[in-house]
């Protein structure tokens, strides 16, 4: 079966860490570029990280741009989100998202709340 799975969301206080994991199954992970989403309550869809499929080069949204590091391993087809210093506007559903040419593949969001 084809899933990616996350994982690792929760109730955190603000300056907290939290490390998000996306569990791939069913297609070749390691071929994909792999992509990290979130969305608040009443806000769009936002990009938060991605890393390309040998995990070499990796990109962020400004505003966690020294906060959260994405990782992948390729051998765990497993990829990561470890967050730092939250704050209470990181409080969103996290979603995974794959891309290979025309494919997407979605994982179905894991739940942080920053809040005290």
């Known amino acids: 079966q084809v899933r990616l799975v996350e994982s690792g969301g929760g109730l955190v206080q603000p300056g907290g860490s939290l490390r998000l994991s996306c569990a791939a199954s069913?297609?070749?992970?390691?071929?994909?570029?792999m992509k990290w989403y979130r969305r608040a309550p009443g806000k769009e869809r936002e990009w938060v990280a991605s890393?390309?499929?040998?995990?070499?080069?990796?990109m962020y949204l400004d505003s966690v741009k020294g906060r959260f590091i994405i990782s992948r391993d390729n051998d765990k087809n497993i990829m990561y989100l470890q967050m730092s210093s939250l704050n209470a506007e990181d409080t969103a559903v996290y979603y995974c998202?794959?891309?290979?040419?025309?494919?997407?593949?979605w994982g179905q969001g894991t739940q942080v709340t920053v809040s005290s």
């Open positions: 069913g297609f070749n992970f390691r071929g994909y570029f």
């Open positions: 890393i390309t499929s040998d995990g070499g080069t990796t």
């Open positions: 998202h794959g891309i290979w040419g025309a494919d997407r593949k």
